[in-house]
């Protein structure tokens, strides 16, 4: 079943309860709706971390990320704070040889 499909009943649910008049089926419709809504908003947020993710080949190798190319090339590195908790493939900025830093998270990696 699709969001649409759930709101739409939803939404049936609510004109059924104002043609009865009843304060609390609609209280506990409107919660119902909002929570629909909340739902709706975190399944788009998972979708556009999977969709992120599925554009990296993203190995990790302490302490940080890299993104496979093939068998002999790999890109990056990348932020390994950023992609696990936000699913933000963020390049690290070289600094001297060894030392990595993050622009978003402020993060320093040591080789």
């Known amino acids: ?11 049936a649910i609510k004109e059924i309860a104002d043609a009865t008049q009843n304060l609390e089926l609609k209280a506990h419709i409107l919660d119902l709706k909002e929570q629909v809504l909340e739902l709706r908003e975190e399944n788009l947020k998972l979708k ?12 990790f190798e ?3 990320y890299w993104n496979k190319i093939d068998l002999e ?3 990056g590195p990348y ?6 908790k936000h699913g933000s493939a963020i390049r690290l900025i070289t600094g001297n040889p060894g030392v990595y830093y993050c622009p978003i998270c ?6």
């Open 1 to 11: 079943m699709d969001i649409k499909t759930i709101k739409d009943n939803v939404k």
């Open 62 to 64: 302490r302490p940080v």
């Open 79 to 84: 932020c390994s704070a950023c992609l696990d």
């Open 48 to 59: 556009d971390k999977l969709s992120q993710k599925s554009k990296f080949n993203m190995i």
């Open 73 to 75: 090339q790999k890109d």
């Open 106 to 111: 402020k993060t320093y990696y040591y080789d």
